[in-house]
């Protein structure tokens, strides 16, 4: 297992793909916190970063698809598939290490943004006005989330040997698990089953980790979903096999 997780991180680290997805996330997120006027915390004037964690996750729907569109199509598209699979280790510990090599990119994208909160906390009157129980609770929000979206993308990658596919599917999936059963609570008929429909969501989930509060509930729930994404890959890659 370790061979195929530490293959499979380098492979992304020896490629540009990886260099310029991150490089572009991170380009991204800076402009809407800093410069944009709809965004910028500096026309905001409060110390905190809920702006940034509210866009963040949008972000995550073209990044991740982008790191996680490669596991399993590449693998078909140049004919190495077969090769891996014959290897002696288990569909899950190919599965799970496709699965973590993506995930620590996901993390590697985030440390830079660390800068972020401790610029804001210097910015801050006085200084070190920060909330730093919801920042924390924020991250750990975002890396769960990223778990869910990553184990969405090894799916997707699954699904075809096609990566531009792998990449719609996985962006459309992860946009629809984000947002929704929001916007189906909404809808006027459904409107007494509002709240039971929210928590099927991971948006109503991740609202909560970003306040602060560590709800054993909801961290069950991410790794629940991530887990179903998982069995649903090895589902469809034991299936063709």
Known sequence: MYAVF??????????????????????????LLWFFPDTSILDYGYAEMDGFFSLVPYLFMFLIPAITMRSFAEERREGTYELLITRPVSLWQIIIAKFLACLVLVFFALIPTLVYSYSISKLGFPEG???????????????????????????????????????????????????????????????HFQSTISSFGISAHYSSMSRGVLDTRDLLYFISFTLLFLLFTRLIIGGKR
């Open 129 to 191: 006005n920060i909330d730093s129980g919801a920042v924390t609770g924020s991250y750990i929000g975002l890396f769960f989330l990223g778990a869910i979206f990553t184990s969405i993308g090894i799916f997707a990658s699954a699904l075809t040997k096609n990566q531009v596919i792998a990449f719609v599917i996985c962006a459309a999936l992860c946009a629809f698990v984000f947002l929704g059963f929001e916007y189906t609570s909404q809808v006027a008929f459904l409107q």
């Open 6 to 31: 530490k293959r499979e991180l380098f492979s992304f680290l020896s490629s540009m793909v990886a260099y310029i997805t991150i490089g572009i996330f991170l380009l991204i997120s800076g402009l």
